[in-house]
């Protein structure tokens, strides 16, 4: 909380006293539209601050300029920093929240460092090139589940999507399972359904209890509920609910109004034609077109099998750590993952680079282990030098060391002093830029984890 001395002081440029400022600010904020929307928090260069999201815009953003305002210990410093904010305008909360999301992932404002994760809604996928067509629930799609499938979303609410395809479940009976079930296989009818089919939850095409025909009737009706408004089903239901409450039935009345809430969420979703998720739309590639591309890009002779990423992770020196990744033939492989707390720098990347490349390689190096094909490190030409001269200091030298620097995304390759630069859609590259984020992401975790970890002891 500020006292009154605050609120005498001066704005960060030192023209404005802080008192004028935020009395400006309330003002600008209080005659904005009544609407949903975006607001950013800018300094006085103009950098953006921090990013929110409001149902109503005018009474959300003129609440950070009362004098009684308190945003807590992290976000109370911003009001010495702000001197003006921007607005985009949406036609909904559900729009707000994602143009938010997009805007933090983009900008990566100092004050939303909580939400600079690479978490992503959620997509519900429908395979109709199967036989018998599964749906899913996905934040990570591949390549194999968005090819040639149906797909809706992202949605804002990851529980409402998962209790409407419950419910949805119960009417039109499809399968969520991720059995390769095949039309005809006369396996099928010896096999035994699981509890889905025993609760009338599903047809059972695992057990050979409905066609392929009947089946992708029932898939088809679903697709075209996920298109509509849904209005004749949740009539159906209001009624039902009404139903149960003058029979006093009020739990049952409960339950299906709990259902009405959900399905009514399904509305609140974005398109992929909107582009509000490119991290995880754009980035998806079939794993043996990216390592045939590569392969021919980098001009080795032998079929890329293994990668490994390598980044590194602070916030202005403090909690440096180190992450690599292990993908083979173009899939994560998690249980090579391996995580690096460094102990030999503060704020110097280079130097981090060269640490992690020391201790992940030494065994290698002595022949306990197996080098990957490539190597690609998170970063320029700097940070490919820097991994260099740890490899130079080991018995064996890797196959292929490559690295990739962000914006320009182009790729530095050992011992070339020019960059590769590919076309976005190279799919070569969107296997890089994939294996790169996935070196950054768990990098990015175990940094958050150890400042959590250095905040509760503190």
């Known amino acids: 909380m500020r006292s009154p001395t605050d609120l ?9 006293p802080l008192a004028e400022r935020l009395s400006r600010l309330s003002a600008k904020a209080r005659g904005l539209d009544s609407a949903p929307g975006v607001y950013l928090m800018k300094d006085a260069q103009g950098r953006v601050l921090y990013v929110g999201k409001a149902l109503r815009l005018p009474d959300r953003v003129s609440s950070y300029f009362v004098p009684s305002a308190d945003l807590g210990p992290k976000k109370q410093p911003l009001l010495e920093e702000v001197v003006d904010f921007d607005v985009v305008v949406c036609e909904s909360e559900w ?12 900008i990566k404002p100092p004050y939303n460092e909580r939400q600079t994760d690479d978490k992503s ?4 996928v429908i395979t109709t090139r199967e036989d018998f067509p599964r749906v899913a629930i996905t934040r990570e799609p ?5 090819r040639g499938a149906k797909v809706f979303g992202p949605f804002v609410s990851p529980v409402a999507l998962r209790e409407a395809v419950t419910h949805l479940q119960r009417v039109f009976k499809f399968r ?3 059995l390769e079930i095949q039309d005809g296989d006369p396996r099928l009818r010896f096999f035994r359904p699981c509890l889905l089919h025993a609760i009338d939850q599903c047809t059972a ?6 066609g392929k025909e009947a089946y992708r009737a029932d898939i088809d009706r679903f697709v075209r509920l996920l298109g509509s408004k849904r209005s004749a089903m949740l009539r159906e239901m209001r009624a039902e609910m009404e139903e149960a409450s003058r029979a006093l039935q009020f739990e049952r009345a409960a339950a299906i109004r709990d259902q009405i809430h959900a399905i009514e969420k399904l509305d609140e979703r974005g398109s992929r034609s909107d582009n509000w998720q490119p991290e995880t739309e754009q980035l998806i590639v079939d794993p043996r077109k990216g390592l045939r591309s590569l392969q021919k890009t980098l001009g080795l002779d032998r079929p890329i099998r293994c990668i490994e990423g390598i980044d590194i992770a602070h916030l202005q020196g403090g909690e440096t750590v180190g992450s690599t990744v292990c993908f083979i033939d173009g899939r994560a492989f998690k249980n090579e993952y391996r995580r ?5 720098a503060e704020n110097d990347d280079y130097a981090s680079i060269r640490e992690v490349v020391s201790r992940r390689y030494r065994e290698a190096g002595a022949g306990h282990e197996l080098y990957p094909d490539v190597i690609l490190i998170d970063g320029g030409l700097g940070q490919l030098h820097a991994a260099q001269e740890s490899f130079a200091q080991l018995d064996i030298a890797p196959p292929m060391v490559i690295s990739l620097a962000k914006k320009e995304e182009l790729i530095f390759v050992q011992e070339k002093t020019e960059p590769i630069r590919l076309a976005r859609t190279n799919a070569g590259l969107r296997l890089c830029q994939h294996i790169r984020d996935e070196a950054h992401r768990f990098a990015q975790h175990y940094h958050h984890i150890l400042r959590r970890k250095k905040t509760l002891e503190e």
């Open 340 to 344: 690096y707390r460094i102990q030999s």
């Open 205 to 210: 095409p695992c057990g050979a209890r409905i």
């Open 8 to 16: 005498n002081s001066t704005s960060g440029d030192g023209a404005e």
């Open 142 to 146: 591949t390549a194999e589940a968005f």
């Open 95 to 106: 729009e707000a929240l994602l143009a938010e999301n997009r805007l933090i992932k983009d």
């Open 121 to 124: 809604f959620p997509y519900l």
């Open 176 to 178: 969520t399972c991720e």
